[in-house]
């Protein structure tokens, strides 16, 4: 094996050490299930790949030659190693910068919110810190209880600042608050009457989760690149797990069944 091969071999394997545990990172800790797939955290990884795995074992496959003699090369090997570290802290900055950093319900949806999302909310640090028992942290919107009131934020909403990023209404996911969720559910066994590929989906999931689809409703879960809906325990509020239906084809199972109010409870 010639040394430039082998120079590249060593370099391609450290670099691939260094990608394990920033994969770690970013699936795990800034991107948990489900939000990985559809909230940026793939586009992340392909960025941070790009980066580690073929920039820097590129380049010293490119630039490395004994007969430069060792001063020049380790020199060479040097400026690749930071060209590299570089890139690498920039990408990475990049993909914290748009993590999942809370999820609000708010409208009748669960929302995902980057950083500066969370920032631009106005949330305090005192409400931010009660939400952290969840990963990501999660929130509820309360809106107020006369209907008047709520209706006028619900329609100032439509084409002013979403609801969504109104922090000063943030609550706790409290079991109160997960029950008046639950009120806004779509109850999964009208869904599966809509449509038959729809009564796949919801069949294949209640055999898994080995629950009956009246035990349960579904909500929409908006990300950066996909919709796919949660699944709430009807009795308790918990999310029990996600479910391959979008809010398109919610909405389309209502004519099986009543439409939820966002106006009909303190909350969305």
């Known amino acids: 094996m010639s040394p430039r091969i082998k120079a590249f071999l060593i370099h391609l394997g450290i670099s691939l050490l260094i990608l394990i545990a920033l994969l770690y990172v970013v ?78 319900f708010a409208n009748n949806r669960f929302v ?38 709520r209706t006028r934020m619900v329609m100032e909403n439509l084409g002013g600042e979403p609801l969504f990023k109104r922090g000063d209404l943030y609550e706790p996911l409290t079991l109160e608050n997960r029950l008046r969720i639950v009120e806004q559910g779509y109850d999964l066994s009208l869904v599966a009457r809509s449509r038959d590929e729809l009564a796949d989906i919801v069949g294949d999931f209640s055999r898994k989760a080995g629950l009956t689809s009246e035990r349960v409703v579904a909500l929409p879960l908006y990300c950066r690149y996909g919709v796919l809906s949660l699944v709430l325990d009807r009795e308790t509020g ?31």
């Open 112 to 149: 995902s919110m980057s950083p500066s999302q969370v920032a631009d909310s106005g949330v305090t640090e005192q409400v931010l810190s009660s939400l952290q028992d969840q990963r990501p942290p999660m929130a509820y919107v309360a809106l107020p209880d006369d209907p008047a009131e």
């Open 238 to 268: 918990e999310i029990i797990d996600t479910i391959a239906i979008n809010h398109d084809q919610l909405i389309a199972s209502l004519s099986k069944g009543k439409q939820p109010d966002p106006t009909s409870s303190n909350g969305n």
């Open 27 to 104: 699936v795990f800790i800034w991107y948990p299930p489900p939000f990985f797939a559809i909230d940026g955290g793939w586009q992340g990884v392909r960025l941070i790949t790009g980066v580690d795995l073929v920039l820097g074992p590129m380049l010293t496959l490119a630039v490395y030659n004994t007969r430069k003699g060792m001063r020049k090369l380790k020199f060479d090997l040097l400026i690749i190693a930071i060209i590299q570290f570089s890139s690498l802290a920039v990408g990475s900055w990049i993909v914290a910068g748009q993590r999942t950093a809370m999820v609000t």
